[in-house]
């Protein structure tokens, strides 16, 4: 299966495996069918209240139905942090190749090329550029800098449960009960971070690291101490036995 490298600001380089065409595939079909009950029942809905019956209740769902097709995608992927219900359910995301968080403008990117090279080509022409791209990536991923990859959730859990073997005990007390405001793949950033400090004792690594500490430092409020190292795997191992 094809991988795909991307280096965080924090100068960590994480690879992730990129979702097949065929999971990207099946994954729109989900979302298509998910779009068409939900209109169905929208539809009854708006029946039963009698808003049919006018030509501006018509007319209003007509347009409603027609604005949520179009910028279902676009919605979605910015509330989900790139994830719509097809792609939640076939365990894929849509991530920026600079490593930085999905913004608005990313998204608005791919959802304007979608128009292209799905909707108006019946889906041939993203096809073929995912099938020919190195990095499965259809026009709108080309030109707003993105790839679609295997949602790494579930793995993320069980790689820091295997790392450290942790059995909940009555005995430990976690030191930051507030790490299970972060999520899997922040804590698999930790100890990427903390890998690759301890392969390459370099500057830039250093640096990786205390840069990382003062992040969660600032966004949980606590204060890790000096030991940025004994730090993050504090914080796993709270993260495992609070989250288990």
């Not at 989900?30 to 169905?40: C, K, W």
């Not at 097809?86 to 490593?99: F, H, N, P, S, T």
Request: without cysteine; aromatic residues 8%; glycine residues 8%.
């Amino acid at each position: 299966m094809n991988k795909i490298e991307i280096t965080t600001p924090q100068n960590v380089t994480i690879e992730y495996q990129l979702a097949s065409s065929i999971q990207r595939v099946v994954a729109q079909i989900i979302d298509s069918v998910a779009m068409g009950l939900s209109f169905t029942l929208l539809g009854w809905a708006w029946a039963l209240a009698g808003l049919m019956d006018s030509d501006f209740g018509g007319l209003f769902y007509s347009l409603l139905i027609i604005s949520v097709f179009i910028g279902y995608d676009m919605v979605m992927e910015i509330r989900n942090n790139g994830q719509t219900i097809g792609k939640m359910a076939m365990g894929i995301q849509v991530i920026r190749l600079d490593g930085e968080a999905l913004t608005k403008t990313t998204s608005f990117g791919r959802w304007a090329l979608k128009l292209v090279d799905v909707f108006l080509s019946w889906g041939i022409l993203g096809l073929l550029f995912t099938i020919s791209s190195d990095k499965t990536q259809r026009l709108g991923d080309m030109v707003s800098g993105t790839a679609v990859i295997r949602s790494s959730k579930k793995a993320g859990r069980m790689s820091l449960k295997h790392i450290l073997d942790l059995q909940k005990t009555i005995d430990y007390e976690p030191k930051f009960p507030t790490v299970t405001q972060l999520s899997n793949e922040e804590m698999l950033l930790v100890k990427e971070t903390s890998d690759r400090y301890k392969k390459h004792r370099n500057l830039a690594h250093e640096d990786a690291l205390k840069l990382l500490a003062k992040k969660i430092e600032t966004q949980l409020g606590i204060k890790g101490g000096k030991d940025k190292q004994l730090f993050f795997q504090t914080l796993i191992r709270d993260y495992v036995f609070l989250t288990r």
